[in-house]
Structure formats: C-alpha cells, structure tokens
T-cell receptor, first 113, second 110 residues
Framework: GENVEQHPSTLSVQEGDSAVIKCTYS??????FPWYKQELGKRPQLIID?????GEKKDQRIAVTLNKTAKHFSLHITETQPEDSAVYFC????????????FGAGTRLFVKA | EAQVTQNPRYLITVTGKKLTVTCSQN?????MSWYRQDPGLGLRQIYY???????DKGDVPEGYKVSRKEKRNFPLILESPSPNQTSLYFC?????????FGQGTRLTVV
C-alpha cells in the first residue's frame, strides 16, 4: 500500500542550531503535505503545509520544501528553541474521490539549552 | 473558539462490549476523520467523511464503524472491541486552510 517514510526518528540539536526532518512518499497522486507538531500528552497541531504546485513555503523560523520528482519533502526549523522540542509528523494526502491521509511515523526532536 | 471535542478522554472497557467515542466540531467543516496513534507507527487513518452521509475507509478500518448524520458530529463505533484496539484515538476536522485535532481518547481494552 501507499506509505510515507520519515527520518530521522530522533533528532537532538543544540539551541540555536537548525533541524531538518525528511519525508518520502510513495503515491505520486499525493498533492497536499502538512506537518504537525505534537507536544507530550497533547494533540497534534498543524504548523505548516505545502501543496504540490509549490516548491517551498516559509513561515518565520519554519520552512517546508517539496521535490515532486523525487517524491520527498522536508521540514526546516532554524534558530531552534527549547520549546520546539516535540514530536513532528509529516503527512501526504491524496484525493481519490475522498481525502486519504497517510502519516509518517514521527520524529522526536530534542532541543538542548 | 474553534474546537473539536472528543468524549470520553479515557476509557477502559472489556473485550466485546460495544462502545462509541463521540466527536463534535463547531467550525462547520465538511471534512472529518478518525486516527489511531500507536508508538512507532505514527497516526493511522481509520475512517474519514467528506460530508454528511459520506464516509470512506482509511488505512485501518477493520473493527470500526462511523456515521455522519449531521455535519458537526462524527462518532467512532467499536461494535466488539478487542485488545489490539487499545490505542490513543484522535478525531480531526479541516477546511481547505486549517486543520484541528480533538484532545484525544485513550482507550484500553482488557
């Protein structure tokens, strides 16, 4: 079946450094790619998304890039802060008469002060 | 305040005893979905609904049912729960530009 692979599963960075999380999807019909942040014990929250007609999107310290040919997309967090520590999930959504969304397994990001 | 509300938050039940987890949203979103979250597996889509009376299977629909009789509510039904359905469940709703998850329901089936 279709899947989304996410790497790394754990990432530890020093405060102020950049963090990059990468995802690869298998369904070439996927056209919407959201990223979610989930803090411990809380619900996932949408932090940024990108559609297939766009190559890059930025929102303050967060950016997402999409390479449709290679079927991969990445989350970039610059100037990381301790409050960025959380689990991050990528997802790929495909419209097949309905919206089917497949998530990556998640990346646990630790930002050390 | 935009909200997706799930109930109950925590539930312990026995194998085979039918249960329903409710989900309600106040944003008039057409699209709603249910996910289960298990360690190392991320979020897996169980069912989704594009609108009232329109539902479809996600990746892991076995053992679950849903209904969408009105736009705001999207209950998840486990007719005969089994221990492998022990998990953290999230309901979500979205428009074209925003997505919201409920606070989660931690279900344990013994």
């Amino acid at each position: 079946g279709e899947n989304v692979e996410q790497h790394p599963s754990t990432l530890s960075v020093q405060e102020g450094d950049s963090a990059v999380i990468k995802c690869t999807y298998s369904d070439s019909a996927s056209n919407y790619f959201p990223w979610y942040k989930q803090e411990l014990g809380k619900r996932p929250q949408l932090i940024i998304d990108i559609r297939s007609n766009v190559g890059e999107k930025k929102d303050q310290r967060i950016a997402v890039t999409l390479n449709k040919t290679a079927k991969h997309f990445s989350l970039h967090i610059t100037e990381t802060q301790p409050e960025d520590s959380a689990v991050y999930f990528c997802a790929a959504r495909t419209y097949t008469g309905g919206f089917k969304t497949i998530f990556g397994a998640g990346t646990r990001l630790f930002v050390k002060a | 305040e935009a909200q997706v509300t799930q109930n109950p938050r925590y539930l312990i039940t026995v194998t085979g005893k039918k249960l329903t987890v409710t989900c309600s949203q106040n944003m008039n979103h057409e699209y709603m979905s249910w996910y289960r979250q298990d360690p190392g597996l991320g979020l897996r889509q169980i069912y989704y609904s594009m609108n009232v009376e329109v539902t479809d299977k996600g990746d892991v629909p076995e053992g679950y049912k849903v209904s969408r009789k009105e736009k705001r509510n999207f209950p998840l039904i486990l007719e005969s729960p089994s221990p492998n359905q022990t998990s953290l469940y999230f309901c979500a709703s979205r428009s074209n530009t925003e997505a919201f998850f409920g606070q989660g329901t931690r279900l344990t089936v013994v």
